[in-house]
């Protein structure tokens, strides 16, 4: 996996993270999340997030502090890094509001996958776009550049997105930001939901009433 915008290659930032844990036994993961693994080209800031077991407040502050200054050792900017410390009882916490982008975005550097995999489920950014301001013939250019003129090429097969409903498409979390630019190039409003899902069932009653073969 590869992500843009990041000063320094990805196996050379995991194995920082690599390092910090075995300097700490209470250091359970080190997760980079926010818009460089959700496909943003040009991050604004890099977000980690140190998970710990059983570490009070001040522990979390300087273990913080301490895997941060690492990463300035090699390469990141002060000015646009962010990270913080959690123990592993606070994903469970509702009042912590960075839990759900956390696990929808994440990407263990220890374990080298998405949260969302470990999780065994998946990341999804669902839009729903508002197409209101839109002629009838815009809309019809649109459309074709979101789902091309046969309703199944355009943008979305290059991001491996899907078209659940009128306006309403689900993409791959990573892809979020190069959809968002192509929203923003059409200059079309919309609503995005970061999803976690997993595929609980797959039935097509066609196949058991014989009407379409397997």
Known sequence: MRFSGLPIEL???ERVADEFRKEHRNVFDVVLYGSVTQGKEVPNDFDFMVLLTRADESERFELAFEFKEMLID???SH???DVKAMNLEQMWDPNYLAVP???ITGYSLIRR???HELMNGEGYALFVLDVRGMTKNEKNKFS???RGRDGKTGVLRDLEGRYLAPWVVLLPVETTYRFKEFLKMW???YELYLMFGALYESKDWRVEEGIVKP
């Open 74 to 76: 090699v390469g990141f």
């Open 144 to 146: 074709f550049a979101l």
């Open 113 to 115: 996958r998405p949260l």
């Open 187 to 189: 200059k079309v409003p």
């Open 79 to 81: 000015e646009r890094l």
């Open 101 to 103: 982008g956390l696990i």
């Open 11 to 13: 196996s050379n930032l």
